[in-house]
């Protein structure tokens, strides 16, 4: 019988733990300097201009909040996943998320980089220094990822197996640079690339279901998706649960806290209700994670 999906995050902790997990990993949560977080809170706040949808943020909390709540929750690890949209922003961006990463045993060290001439410096010291993921988003940062001044990057990160959470579906805005194309021309050069696509690449989910098949190194996160807030804008197709009952080991679950229009529960609920088994919830909520960035229960 089917452990029954929590009711509300106060919920949560027994729904791990009927599942018989330690608690979660979760590899898509934010935390960011206090005035980038602010501008990007302040984006969400006019999100039915962007997305044709009111996106009221659920966890809009001091730093120290959502921390706490991740701890009730029983998030045992997670990244910060900084991301710049311009020149000369990530090395500080990086500077910034090494350092928090320093004070919270539970925090996955994380970094970023942005197509310049400095990259592969400030690339090579984040790996030196111990970081453990890297966050790359098309969109926002409005670059190809086949761009060549990140091909020397692309080949170290293949080189190391350090996994690299990317954004690069056309959800929920489309990009110049976003869509499966360009990530099958990055992936035919580097296909020892150890890539988390964002969202499951929502709406293209079909297109990168084909790339998670395709290299055997490719995983997908969960980030939003089957929830009702993304099947009222994107749905996935029922007819693909099969491929992803297929891909068990290779999805991870994501959340995109604390940046969320809903409680982190509904998140679990929405994979719950995909009715893909206890089995695959065991690897989505814990064991792919906790493999992929070395997580001791």
């Not at 989910?205 to 969960?222: G, M, N, P, Q």
């Not at 679990?268 to 989505?284: C, E, F, K, M, T």
Request: net charge negative.
């Amino acid at each position: 019988m089917s452990v029954p999906p929590p009711a509300g995050d106060a919920d949560v902790p027994r729904f791990w733990r009927e599942l018989g997990l330690p608690g979660l990993v979760d590899v898509h949560v934010h935390f960011l300097p206090a005035p980038v977080q602010a501008k990007v809170w302040a984006y969400f706040e006019a999100a039915e201009t962007h997305y044709g949808a009111a996106w009221p943020v659920h966890y809009a909390l001091p730093e120290d909040e959502r921390l706490a709540v991740l701890a009730r929750l029983g998030v045992r690890a997670f990244p910060t996943l900084p991301y710049p949209h311009k020149p000369g922003m990530a090395a500080w961006l990086n500077d910034w998320s090494h350092g928090f990463a320093a004070a919270h045993p539970q925090v996955l060290s994380s970094a970023t980089f942005f197509p310049e001439p400095e990259a592969p410096h400030y690339v090579a010291e984040a790996l030196d220094r111990g970081v453990r993921v890297f966050k790359v988003h098309v969109q926002v940062g409005a670059f190809d990822p086949r761009d060549p001044l990140l091909d020397p990057v692309w080949a170290r990160l293949a080189e190391t197996g350090t996994p690299v959470v990317i954004h690069c579906g056309s959800g929920p805005l489309r990009g110049e640079h976003t869509g499966p194309a360009p990530m099958t021309g990055l992936l035919e050069r580097h296909p020892r690339l150890q890539l988390v696509i964002a969202h499951l690449g929502m709406p293209e989910y079909r297109e990168f279901l084909d790339l998670a098949e395709r290299y055997e190194r490719v995983h997908l996160d969960t980030t939003m998706f089957a929830t009702d807030f993304t099947e009222r804008l994107m749905p996935f197709d029922p007819a693909d649960r099969p491929r992803l009952a297929a891909l068990r080991d290779r999805v991870l679950l994501g959340s995109d806290f604390p940046s969320i229009p809903y409680p982190y529960a509904e998140q679990l609920a929405a994979l719950s209700r995909l009715d893909l088994g206890d089995d695959w919830l065991r690897a989505v909520l814990w064991h792919n994670g906790a493999r992929l960035f070395g997580v001791a229960a």
